[in-house]
């Protein structure tokens, strides 16, 4: 009996711990100020005793030498924290574009997220992308208006913007007290009270200012009709009592976040420490907990599903993988189970098993290491030595497959060799290990050019990935061009081609004598022999076959792969003694490169089959980049939510750099997709 009251003591609370966990994501455009919010969260909950400034490279998630020199996220980085009793596993996203498959990876693993929007430019391009990033995952957002401290800062503006552009209902909790530089507060619409902050940064609570208290009425009773509108039993209440209060008002907006049906916004200026204790206040109230979040299933045809329930066999998801000085680390969200260091876990896509050396608790760059892990924790581990990102990783009793999260295709490609021969091989452990780190990046072999090629979603990207190679690899790589892969294609053939092959050095000869016609045939390769009364025995015709196939490797016009010829043998004659396989293979390859200098050639260039989705005001200046790059529209279809989208046959040696133009014309919203599409013929040389 006791040993039954002990356990159930050690669920209840196990699953308190649970339900005391926000996994949260911060997401925006570049510079809307996202890792200072984080910065000011790690700061306020004690994590770090120091501010850290973008500005000066001192900032906790913004550790890579990379970021802190350009200013910029360039890879999501994980930290954990404390608030009234709660933990926050908080990850901080990058904002470029170039680096949307971290933001992908990371809400792949989230239960909620803080969007941050500059209150002077509200909501931009990027912001635009991570939030239906967001949407498709399912995951709760709430929303922080920052930079009220700004010239041309307006809560409202901000607020339009997002209705306008990200279509859920926003719901402001909070007033401005004050505007621009003489920004020092908010109210609080919920509890009906004013949070102002002193210069140090420290937060008092306060009486609404008499000069605020007819705005604030009337915002909160605004804020009360759009809660009872879109929350059936918030309006049952007021109906009968005629206003809200907060209780029901904040269960009302955790109802409506959770489902998404509208969205809770905060404001403030993280720079200047205003307004972050009351973002983690709501973070705390409003986002989910794992407990809240529906149960995994499994991609395979057994469906099985697992909810956060420390008691179910272990099932956890590697979301990143990084190598650090202490060790190849992976991230893992651990959905079902508890993890255990040095228990012994089943990599489900391999049947691999690997071995937890280490479990850490993840403070960016830095970890603390614990012992054990439960159901909605975010950790790193040391030990699995060949487990992905994507991998799922789960008791070896009990396994589960995950569906991984899903990279995007590279749009651009560079070649990239190492600038002295000796470190050849070097370059290519070093891009191979990038590549595992980073899915969206992509390692090739032109087996037609034998470039080595890197494929990334950007040109800041790929750079990004060529300096970290220098920097940690010690590895100079030279980026250039990839040349395109051409063809020859036939355009007018010749009949009855005569090509005879004699060779005598003593001994046994070689002796051949063949007829061809060449024409042209569609975009392969054909070959008949019309050859009768044995004058060349099948075994000689297979080589002669053999012999085109050689030939057609290397055209007259540039060396490149001749396509769309058919061969026929009409003729020929052999030597009792001289002739063999490998005279007729000969002779054959020697005399078609004869006949396609006799013929006439046209040089094919690849295309790609572009789509490409665009904002609608946006649409003719893409459209003139496409005829400037010689591509062909193909369809032009207009959507409802302001968007184009356009279709387009385009050389693929006028798509290098079109990613970073697009993006340019679009105001950085504009994405596409190509995939290969053929071939046509190449305009003329000079």
């Known amino acids: 009996m006791r040993t039954d009251t002990t356990t159930t003591r050690s669920t209840t609370a196990a699953t308190a711990a649970i339900a005391a966990v926000r996994n949260l994501g911060i997401l925006a455009h570049v510079d809307a100020g996202k890792t200072t919010v984080t910065e000011r969260i790690l700061y306020l909950t004690g994590t770090t005793h120091k501010r850290g400034e973008v500005h000066n490279g001192t900032t906790v998630t913004d550790f890579d030498p990379q970021e802190r020199d350009r200013g910029i996220t360039i890879f999501a980085a994980a930290v954990s924290c404390a608030w009234a009793g709660h933990r926050i596993n908080l990850i901080d996203t990058p904002g470029h574009v170039d680096f949307a498959d971290e933001v992908e990876r990371s809400l792949r693993v989230l239960d909620g997220a803080v969007a941050v929007f500059d209150a002077v430019a509200g909501v931009e391009p990027q912001s635009e992308s991570v939030w239906r990033q967001a949407e498709r995952h399912g995951v709760p957002r709430i929303a922080f208006v920052n930079k009220l401290d700004r010239a041309g800062a307006d809560l409202d503006t901000a607020l339009a913007s997002i209705r306008e552009r990200l279509h859920p209902r926003p719901l402001a909790v909070q007033l401005p007290i004050g ?5 020092t507060g908010v109210i609080d619409l919920v509890h009906l009270r004013a949070l102002t902050w002193a210069d140090d940064g420290t937060l008092t609570h306060g009486p609404v200012p008499d000069h605020l208290t007819a705005d604030t009425t009337a915002r909160r009773r605004a804020l009360e009709e759009a809660v009872a509108e879109l929350h059936p039993e918030a309006l049952e209440d007021f109906c009968t009592h005629g206003a809200l209060d907060a209780a029901t008002l904040t269960a009302a907006l955790r109802d409506l976040t959770r489902t998404g049906e509208a969205v809770v916004v905060l404001c403030g200026s993280a720079y200047r420490n205003r307004g972050i204790e009351p973002l983690l206040d709501a973070a705390v109230a409003y986002l989910p907990s794992p407990l809240d ?5 499994a991609a395979d045809e057994q469906r099985q599903q697992r909810g956060a329930d420390p008691r179910q066999p272990l099932t956890a998801l590697a979301f990143k993988v990084t190598a650090a000085p202490t060790g190849r680390l992976t991230y893992l969200r651990l959905y079902a189970g508890t993890l255990r260091k040095g228990d012994t876990v089943l990599d489900a896509a391999t049947g691999r098993t690997e071995r937890i050396a ?3 608790r993840v403070m960016a760059d830095r970890h603390t290491e614990t012992d054990h892990a439960l159901a909605g924790d975010i950790v790193a581990v040391i030990g699995p030595k060949a487990a992905r990102v994507g991998a799922t990783l789960c008791d070896p009793d009990h396994p589960i497959l995950l569906e991984a999260p899903v990279s995007a295709e590279p749009v651009v490609t560079v070649a990239v060799e ?3 021969a000796a470190d050849t091989d070097k370059l290519t452990a070093a891009l191979a290990r990038l590549a595992e780190e980073d899915p969206s990046l992509r390692l090739a072999t032109d087996p037609e050019t034998g470039q080595r090629t ?8 790929l750079e990004v990935a060529v300096e970290k190679v220098r920097r940690e690899a010690g590895v100079e790589a030279v980026v250039g061009r990839p040349r395109v892969a051409l063809r020859e294609a036939l355009v007018e053939g010749v009949s009855g081609f005569v090509h005879r092959h004699a060779k005598q050095e003593g001994g046994a000869g070689q002796f051949a004598h063949i007829v061809l016609d060449v024409r042209p045939a569609g975009d392969g390769f054909a070959f008949a022999s019309t050859v009768t009364g044995g004058r060349v025995p ?6 002669v076959e053999a012999g085109c196939r050689d030939a057609l490797a290397e055209g007259p016009l540039g060396g490149h792969p001749v396509v769309g010829v058919a061969v026929t043998l009409t003729d020929g004659i052999t030597h009792p003694k001289d002739s063999s396989e490998l005279a007729f293979r000969t002779a054959a390859r020697q005399g078609l490169r004869e006949a396609l200098r006799s013929a006439r050639l046209q040089l094919l260039e690849p295309l790609a089959e ?3 989705t665009v904002p609608e005001d946006a649409l003719g200046a893409v459209l003139g980049d496409l005829a400037a790059r010689r591509g ?8 409802r939510d302001g968007a184009a989208q356009v279709s387009a046959l385009v050389p693929l040696a006028e798509l290098f750099g079109y990613a970073g133009r697009l993006r340019g014309r679009t105001q950085g919203r504009g994405t596409f997709t190509s995939r290969p599409a053929g071939y046509a013929p190449a305009p003329p040389l000079g």
């Open 632 to 639: 062909q529209v193909q369809a032009t279809t207009l959507g």
């Open 538 to 543: 099948r075994e000689y015709a297979q080589a």
């Open 610 to 612: 572009v789509t490409a």
């Open 179 to 183: 505007t621009e530089e003489s920004f």
């Open 358 to 360: 280490r479990i850490l």
């Open 454 to 461: 890197l494929s990334g979603l950007g040109e800041l990207h």
């Open 418 to 420: 190492a600038r002295r």
């Open 293 to 297: 979040a529906p149960p995994v299933r």
